[in-house]
């Protein structure tokens, strides 16, 4: 059977069909996966089976694979899962029961709710992220992807103009503190120290302008910071108008890959008393995107 990809929107999402991702790519699969990548940024697969293994075995056809940085800010805790290739997006504690509200893992993953894209906060920031779902709760828990690359055509051009060649700092801790999630260790905040990432950026595959915008971001440097998050809120309130966003409501053995290097997504909620058990594979980008086209 042939792939098939059938899009959600014209330009932004699209499900395809005919591959079994648990099983080797031919060279013919991988273009034809990757091509529907640069053009939809979101793409969605319907049930697959994969363990983590597979997994990781699947996204490394598309880069070196990203350690999760889970395990950085989280040091004195059980983990469920060995690999610091696989980030684990659950409810459950390290023996698999769900956590309590006043887990410190719990708090700190509600920050998946904010608008952001993932591995901003790292010098070499995340490309594709790549979340398999185990166990769905029946109700609530969608994901919502935002498209910045329209976001960024539908600027005034002088908006553009404005933007060009600014730079935003990232840190993983911004957006936790916006939760007053701050309990962390000066260890674990010296294990991801902030960044500076683009705030415009070209994406390699389409070669189209697009915002670079998450709730890591911080502030603009050499600019107040006040002045500097009030243009990242205003871009963020811009790129998360509905005409933007594709929500994505999930089922057992569904595997999405997202773009992060042209969305934002966040989580939704849903009853945190029920097991909901994703998993998450992120490749590498090639470097900074200040080493990358503006």
């Known amino acids: 059977m042939s792939i098939t990809v059938t899009p959600a929107h014209p330009d932004f999402a699209a499900e395809i069909a005919g591959v079994d991702v648990s ?3 031919n060279p013919a699969d991988r273009q034809a996966i990757e091509d529907a990548i640069d053009r939809y940024a979101v793409v969605v697969f319907r049930g697959q089976t994969l363990d983590d293994e597979k997994q990781v075995a699947f996204a490394r056809n598309f880069g070196p694979i990203a350690s999760s940085a889970l395990k950085l800010r989280h040091r004195d805790i059980k983990h469920r899962i060995e690999s610091s290739d696989v980030a ?6 390290g023996d698999g029961n769900v956590l309590k509200p006043d887990a410190r893992r719990r708090l700190d993953g509600l920050a998946n709710r904010l608008w952001h894209t993932d591995a901003s ?4 920031p995340g490309a594709l992220s790549m979340l398999y779902a185990h166990v769905i709760p029946e109700e609530g828990g969608d994901t919502e992807f935002a498209d910045l690359r329209a976001a960024y055509d539908a600027l005034p051009e002088a908006k553009k103009n404005e933007l060009e060649g ?3 700092e990232h840190s993983i801790w911004r957006s936790r503190e916006q939760l007053g999630v701050v309990q962390y260790t000066d ?3 010296a294990s991801l120290p902030p960044v500076p990432q683009r705030l415009v950026r070209t994406h390699p595959g389409s070669h189209r302008k697009t915002l670079y915008l998450a709730a890591h971001a911080s502030h603009i440097l050499g600019m107040p910071v006040a002045d500097g998050r009030l243009i990242i809120l205003d871009l963020i309130e811009h790129a998360t108008q509905p005409r933007f966003v594709h929500a994505h409501r ?3 053995g569904d595997l999405v890959i997202w773009d992060n290097r042209c969305t934002m997504h966040r989580a939704r909620p849903f009853d945190t008393t029920k097991v909901r058990d994703l998993r998450r594979v992120t490749t590498r980008d090639v470097a900074s995107t200040l080493e990358q086209a503006a």
Do not use: G
């Open 250 to 252: 999930w089922a057992k």
């Open 23 to 25: 099983r080797p790519l």
């Open 187 to 189: 260890e674990e905040r």
């Open 166 to 168: 600014l730079v935003a």
């Open 88 to 93: 684990d997006i659950s409810n459950l504690d």
């Open 121 to 124: 906060f790292r010098a070499v």
